[in-house]
């Protein structure tokens, strides 16, 4: 890609952003461009990556293409005010804070930019992100494609329409947390089985890892992988018949209604 790549906020998820973009080999890092308030943290990206260090967020928005805004939801709105006049005409900005709408987004920045709301999830620290990404109606399909080729670069990531942005955050922004819980308490129970703590983690966390792959890569439905470890009479069902009565199934959408209809209330302020 020859487009010049600006982060304005470069903690977890910029970071994130950043690395995958660079081990991808799209853009060399000359051609990326780095503000944080924090002068040892510019230096320090700058020392780590080989970035171009900016003095502010409006000499990010000058010298790039797309810009990323990857600060905090609670200042992405002022900080989208602060570079709207030094963007350039055709500037495509990102952001990626939770809660913040493409209006409001537009409000900010002006009804004429262009403009991606993306969500992230926090495993994209490991290369294993899944990210949601709704453009406004001034991007092009070349440049949405662009954006998710970036987030593909380190994990996945799909275009959706902005009304399911709830869903993604239910689905895959807040579900590394029940899926942390879910793997905290096969590990007990493998401990009162016996098994050394640091052992049950590693099991548990790879029979998850890997029952994720068996979805994504073979394509079946989840019942029928399901019913393949499931023999007649055998240990598997026995442990499915207890998670059916004490409800997992419900209990997992429950949880995710109140999720996703918390994060529609937060977007209404
Ligand atoms: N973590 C997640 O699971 C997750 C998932 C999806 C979306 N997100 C979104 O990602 C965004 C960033 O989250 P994070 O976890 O990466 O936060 P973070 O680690 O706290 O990083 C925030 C960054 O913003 C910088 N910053 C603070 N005030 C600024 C300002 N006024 N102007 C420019 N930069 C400023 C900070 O600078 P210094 O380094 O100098 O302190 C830091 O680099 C949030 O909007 C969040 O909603 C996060």
Not at 46 to 54: D, R, T
Not at 141 to 168: C, K, W
Request: with cysteine.
């Amino acid at each position: 890609m020859d487009k010049k790549i600006g982060f304005i906020g470069c903690g977890n998820m910029g970071k994130a952003i950043l690395g995958g973009l660079l081990a991808s080999g799209r853009v060399p890092a000359s051609n990326i461009w780095v503000y944080t308030p924090t002068a040892d943290h510019v230096a320090a990206l700058q020392a780590e990556y080989g970035i171009n260090g900016a003095q502010s967020a409006q000499e990010v928005a000058q010298a790039t293409d797309i810009v990323f805004g990857a600060v905090k939801p609670n200042v992405m709105l002022k900080v989208m005010g602060d570079i709207a006049s030094s963007l350039n005409k055709d500037s495509l900005v990102v952001s990626i804070a939770a809660g913040i709408t493409l209006d409001q987004l537009a409000i900010a920045l002006g009804h004429d930019r262009k403009i991606i709301r993306a969500m992230p999830n926090t495993p994209s620290l490991v290369n294993a992100g899944m990210t949601s990404v709704t453009a406004n109606a001034l991007v092009s399909p070349e440049e949405t494609d662009a954006v998710l080729g970036i987030f593909r670069s380190f994990g996945q990531a799909e275009n959706v329409p902005e009304y399911m942005i709830h869903s993604v955050v239910g689905v895959s922004g807040s579900a590394p947390a029940y899926v942390f819980m879910f793997i905290e308490a096969m590990a007990d129970a493998a401990v009162l089985g016996g098994m050394p703590r640091a052992q049950a983690y590693k099991f548990a966390a790879q029979a998850v890892m890997g029952s994720a792959k068996m979805v994504l890569e073979t394509g079946k439905h989840p019942g029928e992988l399901k019913d393949m470890v499931c023999s007649p009479g055998g240990t598997t069902i026995e442990a499915v018949k207890i998670l059916e009565e004490k409800g997992m199934r419900a209990a997992v959408m429950e949880a995710m209604a109140k999720c996703m209809a918390k994060s529609e209330a937060l977007s209404k302020g």
